[in-house]
DNA sequence: GTGGCTAGTGTAAATATTACACTAAATCAG
DNA sequence: CTGATTTAGTGTAATATTTACACTAGCCAC
């Protein structure tokens, strides 16, 4: 057998985009590192992934122990691997995005890694100059959360559990980057019959209160098993009938 | 500074899902492994990444090697990191898929890794109880070329350079596992505009000869830079004009 | 009670998708 | 050379989806 000592010199990552919504903007969770390498830069939450622990794990943990965040939608997008994009070694690392609640977020990094940590609007990011390739990373995953969310109802991971319909198109104009007619936005969401109307109405608002939803996750499961589909559309050709004569 | 030797321990690997389009079936490339562990067994080309070797180049370096294929389309899929998935130690994997044409394709293997090289049936795929977790890497890479042909002209690559409109369709009824009706499909195709017309013929079919056309990269180039939108669209609403009094 | 603000609503036109069946052109077998 | 066999190629009407667009309703602050 040959020598395979040679490939077990490598670690592997998981850094995680984590994505917040909040008053029409989105938002991306930094931390400040308070550890080399890119001590004192802003970047993107993640760390080695312990040797016995899985892909998915190790992003949990780290989401927890860097950002004191649990139980969040959360979606592995690509890996990153450049020669030398880590200072102390092979380093590839697994991006991951995660989608959170501000409301629900209390920051309280459990951990000597993190100094600070932060919502930047997406569009800020460019100017912060991150640690390693996480500039990139965050790209990617944007990319991603815009190609996604057209496609999957998981807009919803980002406002509270209450929103008004109006909210829920500034954060698909946000995601998007484009405005969206009114009417038809609601036409259209209304139309998937996957909102529940709870009758109730925005209160303390100097305008119009507008009607409460809440995103109806029974019937998403449901119709995951039938199976959507969203896009091209299969001929709906008849089987032949059989002839039993 | 902490000691992070524990973490540079583990390895890492690439593996291609590499397609194939033959006969109006789709087929994925397997290499009879000649190595431990795992010998014996069908499984993806595949192997380790060089310490000094970034990933895309290790998956070309890897299809070159191992199926003797050069200048395909590739692209990354998923990463795969199970702590169990790999007997030697700690291993991750980056899936690729790949797309080649059948007909340009010798089977040289330049290595001792594969004792043979072989295009299977994709539905034959779970009958082979494959090396690794190289099944569910060829089932999560097959639904992602699924999702991708509805939305990016990929089909072409699995084609030879002249084709007939029929050889497509027969192409997008095996990638999405569907029938399609001719005329609907011939109409949206040729819509598209992406297709030179040769004014060329089939020769030596057995029945009224068919129509060559080859795929018009330099249009679609055009288009990308432009920017399709295939999907959701945004609000045309006009910007109001700018009074300048 | 007025002004400022956002909520909420319908329709007609344009576009895209779907269902569907017959004629045309080549080879082959006799 | 004729007819059988096979696949290529084509148009249209019905339906569904998407788009553009403007006014009234209801709350608060002053």
New binding site residues.
Partial sequence: MKNFDTYFKSAFTVDNVIFGFDESDLKILLIKRQEEPYIDHWGLPGYFVLPDEDLNTAARRVLKQLAGLDNVYLEQVKSFGAVDRHPFGRVITVAYYSLVKIADFSPQPDNDVAKEVRWFSVADISKLDLAFDHEEMADVCFETLKRQVRVRPIGFELLPPKF????LQHLYEAILETDL????F???I??MNLLIDLNE???????????LYQFDYEKYQEFLQEGFSFE???????ERPVVTD
Same sequence: chains 1, 2.
């Fill in positions: 008004t319909l109006t909210e007619d009114k009417r038809n609601r036409k259209k209304l139309s109405m925005q209160a303390g608002v100097a305008h119009r209160p507008a009607k091209v559309k299969e001929s709906k050709r008849k």
